[in-house]
């Protein structure tokens, strides 16, 4: 409970100092004076001395202090080879993807799950319809896929009405094997559902093509990966923590 109090305090403190200090202000100044439109989620202090971290749109840059220098790219701790950057962005999406529940996914579980992937899907894209006709073998291997939609030619498409079709059908994990297979589903677009919000989230963290593949810890393995590829990788990912 102590340390609990002190990391909290800590943070406080930190953010205080920000304040104080102008820093917040010019970071976000530099950012407006380069995107105008830009929408600054977060600012916090760097592992780069004199720099603050910046995160918009998940996208995750780096500011200094002054304002004068934005770098846009990866941060690597060389004595420990890690990419700092890339785990931010694993904690971004990690965190935007529990407020997701599981009544607004399609799950395709594993028996004897071991590992749980969430993949950003667009129905008529061929790595995801490939990815999709494997379901069986990534199951076996105890892995289970649960996905949101990513319709990547946007809202009106036919690819966007038919993951529509394919939540309001009765049978959610039917219709999507169906329309994965390019067998016509009934056409219904009528109910509450998911799609745009998953679209727009899949936006925010920044996913820029289909599938999209998301281990539990917000790590994105890539796109397309046959089954025991698949394994291998989350077996590696779960052998480094």
Known sequence: MLKVLFAAT???????TLAQDGADERVRAAIKALVPEAKVDQVEKSVLPGFYEVVMGGQVIYVSGDGKYVVSGVVWDAAARKNLTEARYAGIRKAALANVPADKRIIFPAKNAKYSVTVFTDIDCGYCRRL?????????????VEYLFYPRAGKGSEAWNKAVSVWCADDHNGAMTAAKNGEPIPNKTDCSNPVEADYELGQK???SGTPAVITADGTQIGGYLPPDQMLARLQQLEAGR
């Open 10 to 16: 800590a943070l406080l403190a930190a953010g205080s």
């Open 205 to 207: 963290i920044g996913v």
């Open 132 to 144: 999709h006709q494997e379901m069986a073998q990534y199951n076996e291997r105890g892995i289970t």
